[in-house]
T-cell receptor
Framework: KQEVTQIPAALSVPEGENLVLNCSFT??????LQWFRQDPGKGLTSLLL?????REQTSGRLNASLDKSSGRSTLYIAASQPGDSATYLCAVMGAGSYQLTFGKGTKLSVIP | NAGVMQNPRHLVRRRGQEARLRCSPM?????VYWYRQLPEEGLKFMVY????????ESGMPKERFSAEFPKEGPSILRIQQVVRGDSAAYFCASSPQAPQETQYFGPGTRLLVL
């Protein structure tokens, strides 16, 4: 059974800092891995999706990496802004599956 | 192209009542997934449906919960005789063609059982 863990559970940084969020998963047989952003009381916004054959994806100030063999992914946020404050969720889709397995998220606060 | 729509956004029910949650997938999407987010927990898969068919309901409680996706109209997640433990955010997602394509999430329905 796939399990996804995100560390840390919460993170507070001053504006302008670069930061890294971590995600680990127990079963390396995955189809893809996705990072989402969730704002309080809102839905999920997809940030980056990495296919199992890829090593990283970039979008603006965001960079996500995937090391499937070690069961790890990182989300790098450059030059953080207060608007980046949200909960970031990591989710994996198993090979041959369609279910997304989510971590509990990292709650990020960027202090002005 | 409107995104995935869910209604109501907030729903309050008393114990023993029924809750009906609706999900309209994105235009052209024929695959619908329901997930539940309990307080302080990650989202958990409940059920996967295609038009008029339940493909996988392995994540859905065996009693009181049911889901449908009729030929016409939205997908419905129905919870009978709600209990306080059903209080959660229920998210619907849809994907266009194959089930392993990107899932697009709706804003969720927050259910509160008094």
């Amino acid at each position: 059974k796939q399990e996804v863990t995100q560390i840390p559970a919460a993170l507070s940084v001053p504006e302008g800092e670069n930061l890294v969020l971590n995600c680990s998963f127990t079963d390396s047989a995955i189809y893809n891995l996705q990072w989402f952003r969730q704002d309080p009381g809102k839905g999920l916004t997809s940030l980056l999706l990495i296919q199992s054959s890829q090593r990283e994806q970039t979008s603006g100030r965001l960079n996500a990496s995937l090391d499937k063999s070690s069961g790890r992914s990182t989300l790098y946020i450059a030059a953080s802004q207060p608007g980046d404050s949200a909960t970031y969720l990591c989710a994996v889709m198993g090979a041959g599956s369609y279910q997304l397995t989510f971590g509990k998220g990292t709650k990020l606060s960027v202090i002005p | 192209n409107a995104g995935v729509m869910q209604n109501p956004r907030h729903l309050v029910r008393r114990r023993g009542q029924e809750a009906r949650l609706r999900c309209s997938p994105m235009k052209g999407h024929s695959h619908v997934y329901w997930y539940r987010q309990l307080p302080e927990e990650g989202l958990k898969f409940m059920v996967y449906l295609q038009k008029e068919n339940i493909i996988d309901e392995s994540g859905m409680p065996k009693e009181r919960f049911s889901a449908e996706f009729p030929k016409e109209g939205p997908s419905i997640l129905r919870i009978q005789q709600v209990v306080r433990g059903d209080s959660a955010a229920y998210f619907c997602a849809s994907s266009p063609q194959a089930p392993q394509e990107t899932q697009y999430f709706g804003p969720g329905t927050r259910l509160l059982v008094l």
